[in-house]
């Protein structure tokens, strides 16, 4: 069995409310659009826990965002973010390559800089409205999947 359909089968079959884990997953959706790479795992298991949500569809949630997607889903929300903010993205590459130790730091973060409020309120908008959709399409797919057996039959 692939993994995207281990992950789904055990979206389907947690023991909670639909509600509770749309909500759990969407919120890990948002995570996983998160600026700060590299800290979504942890997150989603704080917010699990502090809000007693389903830690499994948290992290489900936040893993949407991993090494092969990263540069996508980033780019979009960036590239979004800058048409938001009226910012350039053309020349948004011009770095001498060539250039080595401090002197590279120094010219990509010179570089990049123009873009970090771009990176920011583009992916938190993306994050936010990837969130709203699996929310309610996570929520209807368990509802209808849950109207549909027979009651009194566990969830199987």
Sequence with gaps: MSRIASAVKLLLHVDDSPHRIALAFAIGIWIA???IWGIHTAMALAIAF???LSRA???LGAWVNNPWTVAPFYTAGTVLGCWLLRVPVEGSLDLDW?????????ALVRTLRPYLWPFLVGNTIVGVAAGVVA???LRWVLERRRRAQPSGGSAS
């Design 33 to 35: 659009f998160f600026p």
């Design 57 to 59: 569809a948290m992290v």
């Design 135 to 137: 929310y309610f399409g």
């Design 50 to 52: 502090l809000f007693r």
């Design 98 to 106: 060539t250039l080595k130790g401090w002197a590279f730091l120094e």
